[in-house]
């Protein structure tokens, strides 16, 4: 069974600072989906990699395939961007398989 | 945005009586999927369908049925409500571009649902 482990479970900055969000994952994958959950309730798919690096705005997501492990930065944190991201896996049955989540608090 | 909607968005039901909750979308997308969201677990896969009378199930699909009778609705019953079910209940979306229907997913609302 695909086990997706997200560290750290919850996560307090300051406006500004450089966040990390980290998520492991225990079998091969063919692609890897970062999405956000505003405190209302609402999931958006932030983005989907199968290697290497994506960038929007302020926000990077990279891969290690070999290390099994992706990592998401938010650059220049702001109070909007709290919420929770999760993790989401895409193994061999082609399902997702999602991680619990790290909630996010950016205090101004 | 895309436009999915759910109804309701909220319920409060007794044990035992039957509920059935519709996803619809107005993307033309081939699939569509349903999970169940509860503390202290990821978003959990009930059931998905992929195209009109296709469907097949998910990790948690026990106590769970669907239907797709035409593209936009994907409906979801429990046929019995346990107070088990109580969970918040996510319909998403999605259409193939890199040939597998589980590249990028668009959510609705959510439905919380209590069983008492």
């Known amino acids: 069974k695909n086990e997706v482990e997200q560290s750290p479970q919850n996560l307090t900055a300051q406006e500004g600072e450089f966040i990390t969000i980290n998520c492991s994952y225990s079998?091969?994958?063919?692609?890897l989906h970062w999405l956000q959950q505003h405190p209302g309730g609402g999931i958006v798919s932030l983005f989907m990699?199968?290697?290497g690096k994506k960038k929007h705005g302020r926000l990077i997501a990279t891969i290690n395939i070999q290390e099994k492990h992706s990592s998401l930065h938010i650059t220049a944190s702001h109070p909007r961007d709290s919420a929770v991201y999760i993790c989401?896996?895409?193994?061999?049955?082609?399902?997702?398989?999602f991680g619990k989540g790290t909630k996010l608090t950016v205090n101004p | 945005d895309a436009g999915i909607t759910q109804s309701p968005r909220h319920k409060v039901t007794e044990t035992g009586t039957p509920v059935t909750l519709r996803c619809h979308q107005t993307e033309n997308h081939r699939y569509m999927y349903w999970y169940r969201q509860d503390p202290g677990h990821g978003l959990r896969l009930i059931h998905y369908?992929?195209?009109?009378?296709?469907?097949d199930k998910g990790e948690v699909s026990d106590g769970y049925s669907v239907s797709r009778s035409k593209t936009e609705d994907f409906l979801l019953t429990l046929e019995s409500a346990t107070s088990s079910q109580t969970s918040v209940y996510f319909c998403?979306?999605?259409?193939?571009?890199?040939?597998?229907?589980?590249?990028?997913?668009?959510f609705g609302p959510g439905t919380r649902l209590t069983v008492l």
């Open positions: 079998v091969g994958i063919s692609a």
């Open positions: 990699l199968s290697s």
């Open positions: 998403a979306i999605s259409e193939p571009t890199s040939g597998s229907g589980w590249d990028t997913q668009y």
């Open positions: 989401a896996v895409r193994g061999g049955s082609e399902k997702l398989v």
């Open positions: 369908s992929y195209g009109v009378k296709d469907t």
